[in-house]
């Protein structure tokens, strides 16, 4: 059973930086989907960078791409997102998602998971 556990969120002032910690155990690391979302208040979760373990294809939203890096480290099991040029936008609680992959495509689209943690809070002031 997969179970993501994610840390590191925090407060940060605009144009800071964070880095998100995603701990997934009960997964096979070389074929699964696995990626953050953020869901802000009144808002819709949205997927904001999911890799695709089993082919290496990641995707990342529109609004975060240049400005979020989402990398991996295999030894720990760890998945992580380093989140710079933060902006009041990317205030949000972040989830760690994973899933089987079932081919080489990401899915990104936050109703193709089952398996969720917890939640972190990422807030960025002006």
């Known amino acids: 059973q997969l179970q993501p556990v994610e840390s590191g969120g925090g407060s940060v002032q605009a144009g800071g930086s964070l880095r998100l910690s995603c701990a997934a155990s009960?997964?096979?690391?070389?074929?699964?989907?696995i990626g953050w979302f953020r869901q802000a208040p009144g808002k819709d979760r949205e997927g904001v960078a999911i890799i695709n373990t089993r082919s290496g294809s990641v995707y990342y939203s529109d609004s975060v791409k240049g400005r979020f890096t989402i990398s991996q480290d295999n030894a720990k099991n760890t998945l992580y997102l380093q989140m710079n040029s933060l902006k009041p936008e990317d205030t949000a609680t972040y989830y760690c998602?994973?899933?089987?992959?079932?081919?080489?495509?990401?899915?990104?689209?936050?109703?193709?998971?089952?398996?969720w943690g917890q939640g972190t809070q990422v807030t960025v002031s002006s």
């Open positions: 009960g997964y096979t690391y070389s074929r699964h989907c």
């Open positions: 998602a994973a899933r089987q992959a079932l081919g080489g495509g990401v899915y990104s689209s936050p109703n193709a998971y089952a398996s």
